[in-house]
């Protein structure tokens, strides 16, 4: 099967769109409302038009099934006047703030308007005067810069299965906003980000802990630590660094860091070894004791919010561990200052991280004062004049907390938890290693449940990686009702994992997610250590501080308690 | 009257076309569509509630709050826009200090901005409470005005 495209012919794939197979040939069309990320396009936008042999009104080639024998042109002067003609009317009414816009510089807005060459205003719409919501922790909104591409909405209903926002009125007045209009921090949001992150303008963004960040860099009296997610270095390899290795470009991220002015910084893989420690000698105690079962993990803040916001009967099933993020925070703060000598300073802890949940997270516990996103590092190398893909002062990580295994890198993929629990979980049931070596395929891929099974000392451990929570919630009810039952879930909100947060640059797309997981695969594949319980810097951590896992200190500092956070009445009635 | 409740009970097992009608069912029952019956049919038709609020505020026939004591339907057709309807309309939201929802601020008065009531040939015109009143000035307005509070004072 084949369809001509400017005069090429071009196979085609079984229910493919013409969009799709002109990508794949390497022709661009320009869209906003169409996303990869879910199947059904609403065809709203409409600049992905095209001409089509025998059609006499041009067709929105992202809802064009590509047809054998189709003939289409992409390109004509007709095409490209409409398109300009379209993207002048988005336009018309849009904020004339584009040099202070958070976006500015990298608006796909503004790329638009460019590649169209649209180089003036010539329609000037009324102005928009929605209130811009700054009620969530994480995520902001200004419904001013919204385009209505539905984008958000489509990730929020469509591969998120929450909800939270929609198109709300009519004509002039639509905006996107949650149920009743209420703030983001009292609506169904979980504050995932998928929606930020695939917005086009700064219409959704998160809430920004730069200038926080900066302030505590130019504090004398403060010393400024950074910890680091695993799936931060795994994206940043995408930036021409001349590197393909995830620890060379930590020691690089860490080495940039430090030059503006950060005094530690600590790869938060060490506090996923710590919680794999943690949380398998949980499941394991849950196991023998009865306890509630099946035990879903928690280092997915969006999904604990959800749990805590929508399905808090599901709390009891939640580990108590606090995510690696929080664990490594409250580490940091109990250990750090008399480690370093730092007398009367003050100390804050930066996390970088792919996700905007950790803002949430980071507001409800202490551990953490400072969370930035992938994408907010940007502009702190933007404030320091750094130039990432050119910096090439590495700098080791910092003790003591230095040593990370490829078992904690894992954590940023979808059943990489999952991966490293079963390496470290076999090993307390069995006192060996699992068999045939550390890597557990069964964990790994991208299909959205993945059930599989260990068997360690004659007990069979049902096991289950759901990626996404859109997918979470349409096996919940298999998931607790297993025949035979499950004993442990990994759950992780975002599609792919955290290398796919929506803290994640504006162009991640399913082939960066795929790639980011390979290079922590191959991270792990190369380490010399790829197990948590040998991470000899965790053990010293045992020996010296926590004593053993679930043990008195350990519950202090690393484990957390749930709050049921629905509404006391549901809804006010007006 | 049927509450919210009762109707989304009475329908039985929902599908997501249904939302519409029951939108409709439950404002001629309670006069306005609530957020709380919002909530309920968000939760019987297990759909989010930025659904239904946003199904539900594309459509102009939709009311969220109640319905004062007296309704004063205002016609804006071409025929009453031509004999200054607007004036009507105006004169009614600064003497009645009408808040966003068309409620005036004592919760006495709603009024409805209507496209055509068909009385063209009496326009300007206003359905107040049921009744037409044609040939309308904004004094003749506040005459009916006058009246209908004075009647309620009577009464009271």
């Known amino acids: ?88 009317l988005l336009i018309a009414s ?16 503004a790329v638009l308007a460019g590649d169209l060459g649209v180089r003036e205003r010539r329609y000037v719409g009324a102005v928009k005067e929605h209130p811009i919501d700054i009620s969530s922790p994480s995520l902001w909104r200004d419904p001013n810069k919204c385009v209505l591409c539905g984008r958000c909405v489509t990730m929020c209903h469509s591969v998120q299965g929450i909800g939270a926002i929609d198109f709300v009125g009519r004509g002039f007045q639509t905006r996107v906003a949650p149920g009743f209009s209420v703030g983001l921090n009292v609506s169904d949001c979980v504050y995932c980000g998928q929606c930020a992150r695939v917005c086009p303008t700064g219409a959704i963004v998160e809430r920004s802990h730069v200038e926080g960040v900066v302030a505590a860099l130019a504090d004398p009296d403060t010393v400024v630590v950074a910890q680091v997610a695993p799936a931060v270095p795994a994206t940043l390899l995408e930036r021409r660094t001349k590197t393909q290795d995830v620890h060379t470009m930590l020691e690089r991220l860490a080495g940039a860091l430090k030059h503006v002015g950060f005094d530690a910084v600590f790869d938060t893989s060490f506090a996923a070894d710590v919680t794999v420690m943690e949380e398998a000698t949980e499941l394991l105690e849950r196991i023998q004791d009865n306890g509630v079962l099946p035990m879903f993990t928690s280092c997915s803040p969006a999904w604990v919010h959800f749990v805590e916001t929508h399905r808090p009967d599901l709390i009891p099933h939640l580990s108590t561990c606090k995510s690696p993020q929080q664990m490594a925070g409250a580490l940091i703060k109990e250990i750090y200052p008399a480690y370093a000598g730092l007398g009367d300073k003050r100390l804050v802890v930066v996390s970088i991280m792919p996700c905007t949940a950790k803002k949430f997270e980071a507001q409800e516990q202490t551990g953490v004062d400072y969370v930035l996103t992938t994408r907010e590092l940007d502009a702190l190398w933007g404030r320091f004049g750094v130039d990432l893909a050119h910096f090439a002062e590495p700098a080791p990580l910092d003790a003591p907390f230095a040593q990370a295994s490829g078992a904690g890198r894992l954590f940023a993929g979808s059943g990489g938890v999952m991966e490293a629990a079963v390496r470290t979980a076999h090993k307390l049931v069995t006192g060996h290693e699992l068999e045939g070596g550390p890597r557990v395929n069964e964990a790994r891929g991208s299909e959205g449940a993945r059930h599989f099974t260990i068997a360690a000392a004659g007990v069979d451990l049902n096991l289950a990686v759901v990626n996404g929570l859109g997918r979470l919630q349409e096996t919940l009810d298999d998931l607790l009702a297993g025949d035979p039952p499950v004993h442990f879930v990994e759950v992780m909100s975002c599609p792919g994992g955290c290398v796919g947060g ?45 004593g053993r896992p679930l043990g008195e200190v350990a519950h202090r500092l690393l484990h957390r308690e749930y709050v049921d956070r629905r509404p006391a009445v549901d809804s006010v009635s007006v | ?49 930025s659904r239904v609020y946003g199904v539900a505020t594309f459509y102009n026939q939709f009311r969220f709050a109640p319905l004062g004591e007296h309704v004063i ?57 049921g009744e037409f009143y044609g040939h309308l000035t904004v004094e003749r307005l506040d005459a009916l005005l006058d009246e209908v509070e004075a009647g309620a004072e009577a009464a009271a």
């Open chain 1, 1 to 88: 099967m084949s369809i001509t495209i400017n005069g090429k012919e071009i196979d085609v794939a079984a229910n493919e769109t013409v969009l799709q197979t002109a990508r794949r040939a390497g022709i661009d069309i320009p869209h906003l409302c169409s996303l990869d990320w879910a199947p059904s396009p609403s065809a709203s936008c409409r600049l992905c038009v095209v001409e089509v042999e025998g059609l006499p009104r041009l067709q929105t080639s992202c809802s064009l099934e590509a047809r054998d024998g189709m003939s289409v042109q992409t390109h004509t002067p007709r095409i490209l006047k409409a398109r300009r003609a379209i993207l002048e």
């Open chain 1, 94 to 109: 849009h904020p004339q703030d584009c040099l202070t816009c958070v976006r500015a510089g990298g608006c796909e807005l």
């Open chain 1, 502 to 546: 929506g803290g994640q640059p504006y162009d991640t797309d399913g082939d960066a997610v795929h790639e980011r997981l390979e290079r922590l695969y191959d991270a792990d594949k190369r380490s010399s250590l790829r197990t948590s319980h040998d991470n000899a810097d965790v053990r010293a951590l045992y020996e010296d501080v926590l």
């Open chain 2, 1 to 49: 009257m049927a509450t919210a409740d009762e109707i989304i009970a009475a329908r039985g097992e929902l599908t997501r076309e249904q939302l519409i009608p029951l939108l409709q069912e439950i404002q001629e029952a309670e006069g306005f569509v609530s957020q709380a019956a919002m909530s309920r049919l968000a939760e019987a038709l297990r759909t989010p509630v």
């Open chain 2, 73 to 129: 339907q205002v016609c804006r057709g071409t025929a009453c826009h031509v004999k200054e309807s607007l004036a009507l309309a105006q004169h009614l939201k600064r003497r009645l200090k009408l808040r966003d929802d068309g409620s005036s601020a004592d919760g006495r008065f709603t009024i409805i901005s209507v496209a055509c009531l068909g009385a063209c040939s009496i326009a300007p015109v206003i359905k107040l409470d």
